[in-house]
């Protein structure tokens, strides 16, 4: 099992630019999360999906921020336009099933800089 | 949202047992307590979780107080690949909000 797969790592972009995420969840897994770290901040989650259909989007900071989730097994997290305060470790998790006694999985991460 | 607190580092040495706290005065009735760990430059990992009764796994202990208000998670023979911050949670459904956590530091 490779796990929960986040790509690119590492992402430099400039302000103004256009920014994508991807995520591929654990296979049969039904919910996939996006989180957010920043030292200010700690560990924020942003939306999650069950069975590909967003759930709760609350924590989307604003609407330069969108997620999509087009099948089981793809995520994208897409910031148009970027700013300096997006900078960040953003973070796909996946969950095998509801409730509260499920664990989730993350990914490794991808760490965005804006300049 | 019902809120955990823990302190914000502990130390230990290496191959002694580490008992890391956690507050949770809010807590419902309906919420599990979860740890998690986030090593250096990784994602936030499972450690483990319960409701009521202690549990046990092959990385830690959890030792949950009679009213719930606060929890203990042990792990029985620190390594230094258990440095890491650890996440006490209260999960809520699909809700799992991270605080602070409390960086452990391994000596050897």
């Known amino acids: 099992d490779a796990g929960v797969i986040q790509s690119p790592r590492h992402e430099v972009t400039e302000m103004g630019q256009e920014v994508t995420l991807r995520c591929k969840p654990i296979s049969g897994h039904d919910y996939l999360f996006w989180y957010r770290q920043t030292m200010m901040r700690g560990l924020e989650l942003l939306i999650y999906f069950n069975n590909n259909v967003p759930i709760d989007d609350s924590g989307m900071p604003e609407d330069r921020f969108s997620a999509k989730m087009p099948n089981a097994s793809f995520s994208t997290l897409k910031i148009q336009p970027s700013e300096p305060r997006d900078s960040a470790v953003y973070f796909c998790?996946?969950?095998?099933?509801?409730?509260?006694?499920?664990?989730?999985?993350f990914g490794p991460g991808t760490r965005l800089t804006v300049l | 949202d019902a809120k955990t607190t823990q302190p914000n580092s502990m130390e230990s040495n290496e191959e002694e047992p580490v008992h890391l706290p956690c507050n949770h005065s809010?807590?419902?009735?309906?919420?599990?307590i979860h740890w998690y760990r986030q090593l250096p430059s990784q994602g936030p990992e499972y450690v483990i979780h319960g409701l009521t009764s202690n549990v046990n796994n092959r990385m830690a202990s959890l030792a949950i107080a009679e009213d719930r208000k606060s929890s203990t998670l042990i792990l029985h023979r620190a390594t230094l690949r258990d440095a890491a911050v650890y996440y006490c949670i209260l999960k809520r459904n699909n809700d799992m909000r991270f605080g602070a956590g409390t960086r452990l530091t391994v000596k050897p």
């Open positions: 998790a996946s969950s095998p099933g509801a409730g509260t006694s499920s664990e989730q999985f």
């Open positions: 809010t807590i419902s009735g309906t919420d599990y």
